[in-house]
């Protein structure tokens, strides 16, 4: 299996969000990290070319999603904002394939194609989540929609596989993933903090601030189980 080499900037909230290099002609992957956590260290992770090829479609289209509605361009945005449903899912979709997938003989020593690949598909639904929440600003209608639809299937995606890892057994394969998800949980905050101030400062339509209200409570929710999960109390 082909797989592509990432690198956490220091400023990574969570593991494994950036390309640092990968086998010649590979494309870098931009994810950009949802939070800073103090005192992440710059680390490396591996990335089948399968799950870092569905993160950058995501990524593609979320930017593409965030200028259409940043110059009113309802169509496009709409258009790009339901492309991004069904690039999220094949994200969340390749992830969990990973889980559940045989050892590669051919990986680089050290690789863990399952964690890395789950910690980068939650990278990118943190920064779905986050961006997203914040184009309901100043906006109704057919933008309100398309957003809610993108906000909440990503959501949902996310607490999906979210399910999947926490139900793998704590003393088996789950301590696998022990140590990636413990380094996630500044991002769940940031994700709580980011819709509470869109609630608070943004200026919102009836429907819009209905689907944020929605929206951060399932995000609190999810933040609690991780925090409880992985927060090991430290």
Do not use: C
Not at 77 to 87: D, H, I, V
Not at 193 to 207: C, P, Q, V
């Amino acid at each position: 299996m082909r797989l592509r080499r990432i690198a956490s900037p220091a400023l990574l909230s969570v593991a494994a969000a950036l390309l640092l290099s990968a086998p010649a002609g590979a494309k870098q992957l931009p994810i950009r990290p949802v939070a800073q956590a103090a005192g992440t260290d710059a680390g490396t992770a591996v990335l089948p070319s399968r799950v870092a090829n569905a993160i950058t479609r995501a990524q593609n289209l979320l930017d593409k999603a965030g200028l259409a509605v940043d110059t009113n361009d309802t169509a496009s945005a709409s258009a790009m904002l339901k492309g991004l449903q069904t690039a999220v899912l094949r994200v969340n979709k390749a992830a969990t394939a990973q889980m559940n997938a045989p050892a590669d003989p051919n990986a680089e020593e050290g690789a863990t194609p399952g964690p890395d690949s789950v910690i980068g598909a939650l990278t990118l639904d943190q920064t779905v989540i986050t961006t997203v929440a914040g184009l309901f600003d100043t906006k109704a209608g057919t933008t309100v929609t398309a957003a809610t639809h993108a906000l909440f299937a990503t959501m949902n995606a996310r607490d999906k596989l979210l399910n999947a890892v926490l139900a793998l057994p704590a003393e088996g394969a789950g301590a696998d993933y022990a140590d990636g998800m413990s380094d996630t949980l500044a991002g769940y905050d940031d994700e709580v903090a980011n819709i509470t101030e869109a609630l608070s400062d943004d200026t919102l339509s009836a429907g819009g601030k209905g689907v944020l209200s929605a929206a951060l409570t399932q995000s609190q929710k999810t933040d609690t189980a991780i925090n409880a999960a992985f927060g090991g109390g430290e």
